[in-house]
């Protein structure tokens, strides 16, 4: 077995944990049902919470890097391969692997760990925007979005329906948080993706080459099979916006279309996943 395992399972009580390992040593995992806290604490930490089996495994294959690992005894020996395919490449497998019952997890946590690990990850630095603009085609950007679940969603549909990359707005809810990244299956690891530090920034979008278009709803707007049968002759940025009021009225009028998705039976708008979700779907051919 690669890295060093702390066990903890003697420990009854989180007062136990906390009296057996270093001041400190566990503070990645703990406080984390509070979803602001725990948004701003990973970024000013710089690491973000890979949770189960899989997502760790597509987080270590995109070549990120383990400050530790945090599980119960039952999950070890599937775990194994990960943990020594990790530690080969950081610290010389000094890679801390803490070892606790379930009970004493939920203390730590502070929910209960059902899906198998945890992994605290050091958060890679962010591509610059530029550079993500010049070597992609088709890219989604999320105004806004501050459901964690409706992001992880998108980075999912955006890999399985081959988008080149995602930004999101400095107002945009973290997709490295455990909750987006679980719902991703670990794809939130794959598609590359940035974040801009103003907004709106619609005139970057079309210095780099880009025809913007305001996936939303106006009485101007296209029908996505109208832009579909005549595409434009660029590379495409679908702009998506928040879950309540959808993309900003400032940021439609900056964009160069505006396309809606044909509804039937009296329903009016698709959540944003769902939406994104199409529109991914019917411009896979604009790659």
């Known amino acids: 077995m690669a890295g060093v395992i702390i066990d903890l399972t003697a ?4 007062e136990d944990v906390e009296a057996a390992v270093p001041d400190g040593a566990l503070a990645d995992y703990t406080c984390m049902t509070d979803v602001k806290l725990r948004s701003s604490l990973e970024v000013e930490r710089g690491l973000y919470m890979a949770e189960s089996h899989n997502v760790i495994m597509r987080a270590l294959e995109t070549g990120h ?16 391969h990960l943990l020594a395919s990790s530690t080969g490449s950081v610290d010389g497998g000094d890679v801390p692997v803490y070892i606790a019952s379930e009970e004493v997890l939920e203390h730590i946590t502070g929910f209960h760990l059902h899906r198998g690990a945890l992994a ?38 955006a890999a399985a329906l081959g988008v080149d990359a995602v930004i999101v707005t400095p107002r945009c809810c973290d997709p490295l948080y455990r909750r987006s990244v679980r719902v991703s299956m670990g794809t939130v690891f794959q598609v590359p993706w940035t974040r801009l530090d103003t907004w709106p920034a619609v005139d970057v979008l079309r210095e780099a080459g880009y025809c913007t278009v305001a996936c939303a709803l106006s009485d101007d707007s296209l029908s996505l099979d109208e832009f579909v049968a005549n595409p434009p002759d660029k590379k495409v940025a679908l702009l998506f916006g928040t879950e309540g009021d959808g993309l900003s009225r400032r ?20 959540n944003v996943a769902a939406a994104s979700a199409v529109f991914f ?7």
């Open 251 to 270: 940021t439609i009028e900056q964009t160069d279309l505006t396309v809606r998705i044909p509804m039937a039976g009296g329903v009016d708008s698709l």
């Open 11 to 14: 420990c009854q009580s989180l």
């Open 120 to 157: 605290a990850m050091q958060r890679p630095e962010l591509p610059d925007v530029s550079d993500l603009l010049a070597r992609s085609r088709r890219i989604a950007v999320l105004e806004d979005l501050v459901d964690h679940t409706n992001v992880g969603a998108i980075f999912r549909s």
């Open 281 to 287: 779907w019917a411009t896979r051919a604009l790659n």
């Open 65 to 80: 890097h383990p400050r530790s690992f945090l599980m119960a005894p039952r999950w070890l020996e599937q775990m194994e």
